[in-house]
C-alpha cells in the first residue's frame, strides 16, 4: 500500500472497503445488505471472524453454520462473491470491534484461568477489557491457543476462499490490544514478556541492562533502559504479527495486511514517540499496511489533523478503517461531509484505499457479541452507547432502508470510479522534509523529564502547513544524502542520543549543499555539539522561518488552509487538495504552474481540484446540517496539454 501508484487487488483506481459485521445481522439479510454494498460503490468487504463466537468448545470451531446460520462465514463468503464484491478478513485473534474481549473466548483470560499470564503495565497493574484481564502475547499457553485458532480458520475459511472472493487477511489489530498507538509504559511488562526482553538485550551484548530488568521495577529503570525497552517495543510488535502470520499457509500468509492506529497528538507523554518506534520496524517485514482513523475528527481539530497527516505519511499506508456512523464522541460523524472530508484526507495523504466503517448499520446479535454492561461500567463507560444498532449513522442499514451517509458514499464511489483514478500519474509533492529518525523516537518515548519534542515538531509541520503555505512530507528511513538539495531537511534531535550514523549522513548532506535544520528544544550536548551547520533552532515557526526558503505556491494574500497537491514526473499538478482545519471562514490561494487558485472553504471545510483546478468537490464544515452530496463529474484528474491560462485575481 503505497502513494507510488500501486493499487490494490487489481484494481486501477483507489479501493472503497465496506466493513459488514456479519456477527451483527441477520444471515436472512446477508445477501440484500451485500447487494446494496455493492450498487453503493464497495468494492471489498472487510470484517472481523471473532474467535469467541466461532468457538462452541475448546478447539472446536463452527464455519458453516451448523450449530447457528449467523456462523455460516463460508456461505458469507458465497454471497459476496455471487455479490460482485472481494473480501478481507480479519480473525484477529484480538479484534477488539466492540465485541466481549475483543472477539477472545472467556476462557484465555486470567481472569478465569491462572494458567495464562496477564498483560502488566509499568507499574504492575493487569490490563484489562471489559474489566476481564487480558493474556499475554508472550504466554506461549496462550499463543499454543492462538496458533490453533488461526490455524482453523486458515484451513476452513481463508486458503479454499483465497483469491476469490478473499484478497486480505488482516493480522491482530492495531498492535496486539489495539494497543500500537499507547504509551510504552502500556506496553506489556508481564514476566514472560520481560523474560523475553531481557534475552533480547543479552543477545545484543547489553548483559548488565538484561540483568537490570529483574532487578529493579520497571518504573525505576534507568533512561538508557527505558529506550531499550522502546526499541524493543518495536520488535516485540513485530515479532508478533510473524507469529500470527506462521499459523497461516504459505499462500495465505502472502496476502497478510496489518493495520496500524494513528498517533495520538493529544495522548499521553512519550506516546507519539512511543508509536514511532513500535511501527517502524514494520518496514521491509513483508506485510502491507494499513491504517485506522481513531484520533479525533479532522474536519473539527488541527491536532487530529497534524495526526492523521504524519502518521500516513510516516508510514505511507492505506486507509482500511475511517469512522462512517459511530456518534458517540461527535454527532457531525453521521452528516456526509465529516467521512467525505477524511477520504479526501486519505487521497490527498496518497492513501490507495478509503474505508466505510461500517458500511451498513446492524442490530441482531446475541450475548456472545455483547459487551458486559457490568464490565463496561467498571471502565467508565455507559452500556448505552454499545446498544443497537451498531453504528447508527452507516450508509446503509440491515433492514434495507438507508442511513444518512449514502449520498456520501455514493459520492466517494463515483469520485474513486471517476476523477480520483487518475492520481496513479502524480505523487505527493513536498517543499519541506520532516526526518524523524527512530533513534530519537526511541529516546523520547518514555523520558522521566516529559520531553515533547516530536510531537511539538508535528504540530510545528502543521502550522508550517496551515498558515505558511508549506507543503510537508515525513520520513523515517534516511533518505539519500544526495535527494533534492533545495528541499530542506527538518531534523529534532535529542541532544541525549548520540546516533552517529545519523549525524555523518546529515553532516555529508549539509557539506554537498543539501539544506538541513536541526531543531532542538535545548543546547545540543554529546555527539550533537559538534554538528558544522547552522545552530539548532527551538521548534517554533517564529525561529524557524527566517531559515527556510519561501514556499513554492505562496501567494501572500492567502488565508489559513492547508493545500496538498499531486504532482506528476514533469512537476504538473494532477490534484489538488484543500483544507480548513480552522474555526473561521477562509480564502485559500495559491500560484499553481502559473494559475491562481482561489478558494473560499468553510469552516472545517475541504476540496478537491482538477489539474485545471476547477473544483471536483467540495465540502462545508462539519456543523452544515442541511447539506447533502450531488453526483460527482466524471472529469479526469489530469494535467490539460496545454499551457494553463493565468486566471485573474
Partial sequence: ????????????????????????????????????????????????????????????????????????????????????????????????????????????????????????????????????????????????QVREWLTAVDKSVLAPALGDPVVGVQLGNEGVYSDANQAATAHDFSPPAVRAF?????????????????????????????????????????????????????????????????????????????????????????????????????????????????????????????????????????????????????????????SAYTACSTGSWGGVIDLDPAGLRAEGLDPADYAPPYCPGAPLREDGTTGPNLGALHALRDLLRGPAAALADGHYAADLLLLAPRGLAAAQAWRPDGSQLLPDTVKLAEQLMNRHQYRVDVATELPDVDADPAVPWLVPVDGHEDDEELFTALADRQIRGGAVVLLSAGPLTGRWADWPGPAATAPDAEALLPLLPPPALADPGSGPGTVLVHENQHGRPVAVFAFNPGRQPTTVRRRIHGTALVLGLAPGGAALLDASLDPVLVLPGPDDTSWTPTPVGRQKLQPSSQTPKETPR
Wanted: proline share 9%; hydrophobic share 40%.
Fill in 1 to 144: 500500500m503505497s502513494d507510488q501508484g500501486s493499487y490494490l487487488y487489481g484494481f486501477g483506481r483507489p479501493v472503497l472497503y465496506g466493513e459488514y459485521p456479519y456477527y451483527r445481522a441477520a444471515p436472512a439479510r446477508w445477501a440484500a445488505n451485500l447487494a446494496a454494498l455493492a450498487e453503493a460503490g464497495v468494492d471489498v468487504v472487510t470484517c472481523y471472524l471473532p474467535w469467541r463466537f466461532h468457538e462452541t468448545a475448546p478447539g472446536t470451531h463452527d464455519f458453516t453454520g451448523e450449530t447457528d446460520p449467523q456462523r455460516d462465514v463460508v456461505g458469507l463468503l458465497g454471497l459476496i462473491r455471487a455479490a460482485g464484491l472481494k473480501a478481507v478478513l480479519k480473525p484477529g485473534p484480538f479484534v477488539h470491534g466492540e465485541v466481549q474481549l475483543g472477539g477472545l473466548p472467556d476462557r484465555v483470560s486470567p481472569s478465569r484461568d491462572d494458567r495464562y499470564a496477564p498483560v502488566l503495565n509499568s507499574l504492575g497493574e493487569p490490563v484489562t477489557s471489559q474489566a476481564m484481564v487480558l493474556p499475554s502475547a508472550s504466554c506461549p499457553e496462550y499463543t499454543a
Fill in 198 to 354: 531481557a534475552e533480547w538485550l543479552g543477545a545484543a551484548g547489553e548483559p548488565e541492562l538484561a540483568d537490570t530488568t529483574g532487578l529493579v521495577p520497571p518504573r525505576s529503570w534507568p533512561p538508557e533502559l527505558r529506550t531499550a525497552w522502546a526499541v524493543w517495543g518495536g520488535e516485540t510488535l513485530r515479532a508478533h504479527y510473524a507469529l500470527l502470520a506462521d499459523c497461516l499457509s504459505p499462500q495465505v500468509r502472502a496476502a497478510a495486511l496489518v493495520n496500524l492506529p494513528l498517533p495520538a497528538l493529544d495522548g499521553p507523554s512519550g506516546a507519539v514517540a512511543a508509536w514511532l518506534a513500535r511501527t517502524a520496524p514494520l518496514a521491509g517485514a513483508g506485510f502491507a499496511e494499513g491504517y485506522t482513523s481513531w484520533v479525533g475528527n479532522a474536519a473539527r481539530s488541527r491536532t487530529a489533523f497534524a495526526s492523521h497527516w504524519f502518521g500516513v505519511r510516516a508510514r505511507r499506508s492505506a486507509n482500511v478503517e475511517d469512522n462512517w456512523g459511530f456518534t458517540w464522541t461527535d454527532p457531525s460523524y453521521a452528516r456526509p461531509q465529516v467521512p467525505l472530508h477524511h477520504a479526501l484526507l486519505a487521497l490527498g495523504l496518497g492513501s490507495v484505499s478509503c
